[in-house]
């Protein structure tokens, strides 16, 4: 059975100029423990896909089509049996980790509390070992310690590191990364992607990884699906994508990655790392 | 379908529903569509609210404009004493129902003088607007470029007038301006009441307008015009006050009811205009003794200086709203 | 104690002195002659000089200024001799109209004006509050449309016009409350109670229609923000993503600017009070600027600002408690 199927998945939104499509009959299939990306530029509608495999598209949006997890559909779900999907059998990890956590409560209690909400019964110490043990496993040094500690107190790269193990304290079937190292130095990014795909191999989880950049998912996914405008354009295997692009969009965006024969694409790729500072996880 | 509405949609929905910031910039675009005086009067003249309050403020402003041509068509000035429109047996009670409204005083009479009261609120009509108006126009031109200042140089320019700004607004304003007024001859109260309600109101817009001005400053335009030579005060006047007129006319319209009701106040508290110039604030409080016997004489003042107030309200939230659509905020 | 609370402090008196300064200034070059007040009819010119010299008007101002300052801390002595009149700590000097200690006079009104505040308060959050939420949960909605009309509605209207519809509406015509009289708790619980619902009911509408346009606008940024919708993805239930993540980050904000509206409040009970017949400071400051009583209304000016800047303070310290990143930065 397939971990993740996806089968003409289409999201709405209502206009003043008539209903438009953010994503258009969208497929995706997953295998267990298998790693998926999914590649565009901004607006061509791939976080709107994460976001609706999971039921979290804007309340104004219409979503069609199936998705099913395991074989079970979750288009048409109740929201109380997706709450329970929600965290537990699949987790997210989105782009901005400073903004994607809530200032007011320690990384702790957000670790505690994703895992409670899915786990009835626990008590607060369980919780807290869970917690400390889900940093842990992200390699955040002094775990203990650490737990207490607020969202700003992390640098970015640590912010990153917490909210993989907020994703990873209920072990989900399936992680959905959406773009999680864009808003990370280029050190930093290495770094993440090199976390996410050791956890893939310990846990077994599979992977969904959104990105505009090629880059980043010929390093941990074996297939990858490019979307323009809301619709597939292009799928296939990582190395087919990268030596036969059939889409000139594909071959477009293959063209914006960095290659040691491409005189501006070696300024890109070095420029940034520059101004890179390592990231020693010490507080900010 | 075209892709780029797809497109922009998509990304809008992204950027508002869940602050996406890699696609915010293509959010922003899509939002600057409608910029423009224009557009915001496209936006503005389908809204029923904002007209019916741009409609009364209009109505008001011509009548404070020819109040003297209104007062000669109904025949009595604000000062007149009209004895036989009251009753002397009921203690100056106005003779006939609703305060003494009719053909003879249209909006009724004062108790115990007799003096027309649509004459008076005519011409308490030019003190409201003429103060706040004045007030508004000082405390744009105080706010606008003491925050200018401020945000453009910086330095020490900013930390002297960020203190004045801060040490102002921790001011308890309202009791200070009905102590300084109290204190102050009673002669041109009118100039008095604009200079005090400006001296405490522009630190709210200069506060706005210098952290505007502090970013627009970074910002690949200015740095243009900075390049190419262009002088402080040209770079401040041609490329970041133009980027300001939105927000100033926004905050100009939201200030004047704070204004109106501020003259009215303290006219009503005895330190604003004095008598017997008419003003709506000094109507109303003369009415505090009368208002069980004869409620048409706190009813006809208090309506009016409601709906002034209502109308710049509902106008300044209105174009506020616009504005803020506009450049997708 | 924490630097940042010494500093704030250090500016807290910054302020309070030059509101100080400021007041002094002006009643100093502006106002008419104080002794001549007085004096009263009866007046010869020695017996002016003689109050002058009590009231140490015949001193240059800045040592009348210096005088004042350190009467407010130290108490002062007016005169010598045998008229001389000892004024202790916090000596704010006597009203010209009634010779009473005007530090006695405020001490006297404070007890009703909280009342009139306290209450007030009460009223405006629970509406504000409650207003936006509601606003902010069912956006959109006719609810949501209607709230916000109320709201320009209410926050358009002159709080002394409102006053005096009240008292014509719900006293005069429908009886439903009776004419004010002066009570005290103890003898008339009810009728006291009743006596403040009138100016609860003005003093706040103002602040309640600003409230639900606040909590409405700051609920509907936060549910916006990406913690929530990490918060959701989490599959918390519903509610707790809106108590947790949603309400605590929306409401805080308004715990600064509820300081600072309290603290300020005196300048709206000056009218409320006024129309109201109260007898409280604000109505007392009212009454003082119709005679010129120049030492209530600077007694008043000061307790103002010393108000605004205690809340300030108090906002200082309570956000250390509520915000965390303030709290580990400061």
Known sequence: MMLLEVRDLTVTFPTPRGPLDAVRSLDLDLEPGGALGIVGESGSGKSMTSLAIMGLQPRAARRTGSVRLQGRELVGMSEADLRRVRGDRVAMVFQDPLSSLNPYYTVGLQIEEAYCAHRPGVTRREARKVAIAALERVRIRDAARRVNHYPHQFSGGMRQ??????????????????????????????????LLQEIRRETGTGLVLITHDLAVVSEITDHIVVMKDGVCVERGAVEQIFTRPRHPYTQALLDAVPRIDDEIGELRAVAPGLAVAPDNGGPV | MTSSPTDLTAARAVGSGTGDTAEAPAASAAGALPAGAGGTWQALRHDVGAMLGLGYIVLVTLVAIFAPVLTSI?????????????????????????????????????PGSGRDIFARIVYGARVSMSIALS???????????????????????????????????????????????????????????????????????????????MSLAQREFVEAARAAGASGTRIVF???????????????????????????????????????????????????????????????????????????????DRLRAVVDAQEGR | MPRFLLTRIMSGLMVLLLVCLFTYLVFFALSPDPAVQI??????????????????????????????????FAGRTYGDGAGAVDCAAPCLGYSFQSSQAVWDMIVQRLPVSATVAVGAAVLWLLAGLAGGLLSAVKEGSFLDRFTTGLTLTSMSIPNYVLALVLQYVLVVQLQWLPFPQAVAFADDPVQWFLNFVM???????????????????????????????????????????????????????????????????????LITETVFGIN??????????????????????????????????????????IDPRVRVNA
């Open chain 2, 238 to 316: 041609r490329e970041i006050l133009p980027n300001l007129r939105s927000t100033i006319i926004v905050m100009s319209t939201l200030a004047v009811p704070g204004y109106i009701g501020t003259e009215a106040g303290l006219s009503f508290l005895g330190v604003g205009v004095v008598p017997p110039a008419p003003s709506w604030g000094q109507m109303i409080a003369a009415s505090v003794k009368w208002y069980a016997v004869d409620p048409a004489y706190f009813v006809v003042p208090g309506v009016c200086l409601f709906l002034l107030v209502l109308s710049f309200t509902v106008l300044g």
């Open chain 1, 161 to 194: 590191r917490v909210m993989i193990a907020m994703a990873l304290s209920t072990e989900p079937e399936l992680l959905i990364a959406d773009e999680p190292t864009t808003a990370l130095d280029v050190t930093v990014q290495a770094q993440i992607l090199d």
């Open chain 3, 199 to 269: 100016p609860w009911m003005v003093l706040a509408i103002g602040y309640a229609a600003a409230y639900t346009r606040l909590t409405r606008a700051n609920v509907l940024d936060v549910l916006r923000e990406n913690y929530v919708r990490t918060a959701a993805a989490k599959g918390l239930p519903q509610s707790l993503v809106w108590r947790r993540h949603a309400l605590r980050p929306a409401l805080t904000p308004i715990v600064t600017i509820f300081g600072m509206d309290f603290a300020g409040l005196l300048g709206g009970a």
């Open chain 3, 280 to 321: 409280g400071v604000g109505k007392m400051a009212a009454d003082s600027i119709a005679r010129n009583d120049q030492p209530v209304i600077m007694g008043v000016t000061l307790l103002a600002g010393f108000l605004v800047v205690v809340g300030n303070l108090v906002v200082d310290v309570v956000y250390t408690a």
């Open chain 3, 39 to 72: 004096c009263g009819k009866s007046c010869t010119p020695e017996l002016i000089d003689q109050i002058r010299g009590n009231l140490g008007l015949d001193q240059p101002f800045w040592t009348q200024f210096f005088l004042f300052v350190v009467g407010i």
């Open chain 2, 74 to 110: 109904s025949g009595w000035t604000p000062y007149e004493f009209d004895q036989t429109a009251i009753d002397p047996d009921l203690g100056g009670m106005p003779i006939g129902p609703w305060g003494g409204m009719g053909a003879e005083h249209w909006f009724g009479v004062e």
């Open chain 2, 135 to 213: 007030a508004t126009l000082l405390t744009t031109v105080l706010g606008v470029s003491l925050g200018l200042l401020a945000g453009y140089f910086g330095g020490r320019v900013d930390v002297v007038i960020s203190r004045v700004m801060d040490f102002l607004m921790a001011f308890p304003a309202l009791i200070f301006m009905i102590a300084v007024l109290s204190a102050l001859p009673a002669s041109n109260r009118s100039a008095l009441l604009v200079v005090v309600i400006s001296a405490f109101g522009w630190p709210y817009l200069a506060r706005i307008v210098r952290g505007q001005t």
